[in-house]
């Protein structure tokens, strides 16, 4: 396949994931119809099928855009940090600043689970934000052996809870105090 060929492919499947995208936040994944998710990206019908199995692939899809924009956001911020905690309460802040992009905590948080279901939404999420929430607890929490595992998904359960809150109209700021909050009580707990 040429370059011309290979970008042309590529730019018709972002068009679909950016409709898609566009028309779940909109209306949900269950009242959005395939018909108005190829109008929107202004391709035909066999180019949907050409690139997603089925309406469900093309979620998946967005959802794993969705996914890794938040981790690179996580990253992005966290990176400039030395210090274990720092690094992670700036990434907190910045899961938080990326989860307010419109539609993002229904679509990950919400809808993701339901359509997807819990086990594949979690292993999408284990890949991205999940991946650099264990990573910075493994440096700031060496100690954490066999529980680091457990620790990250209960942490990363929090994050979740906070999102939605704050979608909800929950004070942000409480909420980041709190993940601070948790985070020193288990560095206090385990170098005791």
């Not at 956001?73 to 989860?99: N, V």
């Amino acid at each position: 396949m040429s370059r011309s060929n290979r970008e042309r492919t590529e730019q018709t499947r972002q068009a679909l994931i950016d409709a898609g995208r566009g028309l779940f936040v909109e209306k949900g994944y269950a009242e959005t119809a395939t018909p108005e998710i190829v109008t929107a990206a202004g391709v035909t019908r066999g180019a949907l099928y050409h690139h997603f199995e089925d309406k469900k692939a093309l979620f998946r899809a967005v959802i794993e855009c969705e996914a890794r924009a938040v981790a690179a956001a996580i990253e992005a911020r966290s990176a400039s940090y030395g210090a274990p905690r720092a690094m992670l309460i700036a990434g907190a802040s910045a899961y938080f600043d990326a989860m307010m992009a419109p539609g993002r905590t229904r679509l990950l948080l919400i809808e993701a689970p339901a359509v997807l279901g819990p086990l594949a939404s979690a292993a999408i999420d284990a890949e991205n934000a999940e991946a650099t929430l264990r990573a910075g607890l493994a440096a700031m929490l060496p100690e954490a052996g066999a529980m680091l595992e457990p620790l990250t998904s209960l942490l990363s359960a929090a994050f979740d809870r906070a999102a939605i809150a704050i979608e909800a109209g929950g004070e942000r700021r409480h909420y980041e105090q709190a993940i601070a909050v948790l985070l020193d009580g288990l560095a206090d707990h385990l170098r005791r």
